[in-house]
């Protein structure tokens, strides 16, 4: 099966690096989240599901020291036990290195995760194949009737790249 070069992701992915030294990767799942990691250039990817890959991590600033200055993937990084604390050392500690994080949305949506990293990552919201994709690809979606057509090109594309910072507080009614 050939895998569809999704450029486009990692265009956004360049950007919001640009923006901050670690990346929130979020999609539904099944997207290609880990293909699209996998097929980054110059990166240490890391599965965190391997119970090996946790070890490694269980001293993060040894972890983040050993690696200064490099682009990592930690794919599936919900599994580890101190994922927003790992994050935040590298945020903070070591802004040279460039991070990609995966994982699960319920992570993503917990209050301490969100606390611990506001103002700290970027976030790129990946959908399945958009206009860019199908081109890339070559392919063209076909409507009920037969006829070749393609969705509107803002149609699968939320924005995708935003500097995640703080909640403001609500001003009392």
Same mark, same amino acid.
């Given at each position: 099966? $050939? +895998?569809?070069? &999704?450029?486009?992701w ?7 690096? !640009? ?5 929130? +990767? ?6 290609g989240?880990?293909? =699209?990691?996998? /097929? =980054?250039?110059?990166?240490?990817y890391? #599965?965190? $599901? %391997?119970?090996r890959?946790?070890? %490694?991590?269980d ?5 983040? #020291? ?5 682009r =990592?993937? %930690? #794919?599936?990084?919900?599994r =580890?036990?101190?994922s927003?604390?790992? +994050?935040?050392i *590298? @945020? ?6 460039r991070i990609?994080?995966?994982? /699960?949305?319920s %992570? ?5 995760f969100?606390?611990? +990293?506001?103002? &700290?990552?970027? $976030? ?7 206009? *860019? ?10 409507? /009920?009737?037969g006829? @070749? ?5 803002? @149609? ?10 703080? !909640?403001? *507080? &609500?001003?009392n @009614?």
């Amino acid at each position: 099966m $050939e +895998l569809v070069p &999704r450029a486009f992701w990692r265009c956004r992915i360049d950007a919001a690096w !640009r923006q901050r030294s670690v990346v929130w +990767l979020a999609g539904v799942r099944r997207v290609g989240k880990t293909i =699209l990691c996998q /097929s =980054l250039p110059d990166v240490e990817y890391f #599965d965190c $599901e %391997l119970p090996r890959t946790r070890r %490694l991590m269980d001293d993060p600033e040894g972890f983040l #020291d050993s690696l200064r200055g490099r682009r =990592l993937v %930690l #794919d599936e990084i919900h599994r =580890l036990p101190n994922s927003a604390e790992l +994050l935040k050392i *590298a @945020a903070d500690h070591h802004p040279t290195t460039r991070i990609v994080a995966t994982g /699960s949305s319920s %992570l993503q949506a917990s209050e301490r995760f969100r606390d611990t +990293l506001a103002g &700290r990552k970027a $976030e790129v919201w990946v959908t399945p194949m958009n206009e *860019a994709d199908r081109r890339a690809y070559n392919v063209s979606v076909t409507s /009920s009737c037969g006829a @070749a057509a393609s969705p509107p090109a803002d @149609a699968t594309m939320p924005p995708v790249v935003r500097p995640a910072g703080r !909640r403001t *507080a &609500r001003p009392n @009614a």
